[in-house]
C-alpha cells in the first residue's frame, strides 16, 4: 500500500513537471495559430474591399502622418491632436500584420500600446507614423518580450544588419531593412522621433527578460521590393 502511495505520488509530481515544461511551447503554438487565424481573417476581409475605398483610406493615413510630423517638429515627441483625420487611428484597430520570415515571426498589428492590445499582438505607438509608409515617416511597434505564454518580440534580438521585415497593411506591402539594434534607457526617445525625408520602423521591446529595465530597438528604413517576383511571405 505504502509503495502504491510512493508510486502514485512519484507519477504526479512527474505529470506536474511535464506540464510545467511543455507549457510555454504548447501555449505558444496555440497563440500562434490563433495569430495566423487572425491574420487569414483580416487578408479575407481585405481581398473583398474595393480598392478605391482601401486608397483613400491609405491617402487617410498619409495625411495624418504629415500632421503628425509638423507637430513633433513643432512640439517635440507626444501623443497627436490628429485623432479623427483617419479611421487606422482608433484604439485597438487592427491595421495589418508584421512578418519576419528569418525568425517565423508573423503577428497582427493593432493602433495603440494598451495592454489589451499588447495581449493580442504588436501595438503602434501613438506619438509614431501609422505603418503605411511614405516620407517623413517613423512607425513605433512595440511588442512583449519574454512571455511564458507568447513569443511576439522575444527573438527580434536575434535579427542582424541587413535582415528584411515585412508590414503588410490594406492591400500594400512594405519591406524595412534592418540597420542597427541598441539598448537604450526607457527615457531615452531620441531615436524614436521622425526623421525627416526618412520611411523608418523600430521595433520596441523590453530587456533583459524579466528584469525590464532597459528598452531594446531594432531600427529599419525602406527599401524597394519587388513583391511580384520574390517570396515575401510564407502567410501567401
Known amino acids: 500500500m505504502k509503495n502504491k502511495v510512493c508510486l502514485i505520488i512519484f507519477l504526479a ?28 481573417e483580416y487578408r479575407d476581409v481585405v481581398g473583398q474591399k474595393d480598392i478605391e475605398e482601401m486608397k483613400a483610406e491609405i491617402e487617410r493615413a498619409q495625411n495624418y502622418n504629415r500632421i503628425l510630423a509638423k507637430q513633433q517638429n513643432e512640439t517635440g515627441l507626444g501623443i497627436p491632436s490628429a485623432e479623427g483625420i483617419s479611421e487606422m487611428s482608433e484604439e485597438g484597430k487592427m491595421l495589418g500584420y508584421i512578418e519576419i520570415e528569418s525568425l517565423d515571426i508573423y503577428c497582427p498589428i493593432y493602433f495603440g500600446i494598451s495592454e489589451e492590445v499588447m495581449n493580442k499582438g504588436i501595438g503602434v505607438a501613438e506619438y509614431s507614423s501609422l505603418p503605411v509608409g511614405g516620407e517623413s515617416t517613423h512607425s513605433v511597434l512595440v511588442g512583449h518580450s519574454g512571455l511564458p ?51 523608418e520602423i523600430t521595433l520596441l521591446t523590453c530587456t533583459p527578460y524579466g528584469i525590464n529595465t532597459h528598452r531594446l530597438l531594432v531600427q529599419a528604413k525602406r ?11 510564407l502567410m501567401q
Open 13 to 40: 509530481i512527474l505529470l506536474i513537471g511535464i506540464g510545467l515544461i511543455a507549457y510555454p511551447s504548447f501555449s505558444d503554438f496555440i497563440n500562434r495559430q490563433f495569430a495566423y487565424q487572425t491574420i487569414t
Open 149 to 199: 505564454s507568447k513569443k511576439l518580440f522575444t527573438d527580434i534580438d536575434q535579427l542582424k544588419e541587413g535582415d528584411v521585415i515585412f508590414i503588410h497593411v490594406l492591400n500594400q506591402s512594405l519591406a524595412y531593412q534592418v540597420e542597427q539594434l541598441e539598448v537604450v534607457l526607457p527615457s531615452d526617445a531620441e531615436q524614436l522621433k521622425i526623421q525627416e525625408g526618412e520611411d
Open 223 to 233: 527599401i524597394p521590393y519587388d513583391f511580384t517576383t520574390e517570396k515575401a511571405s
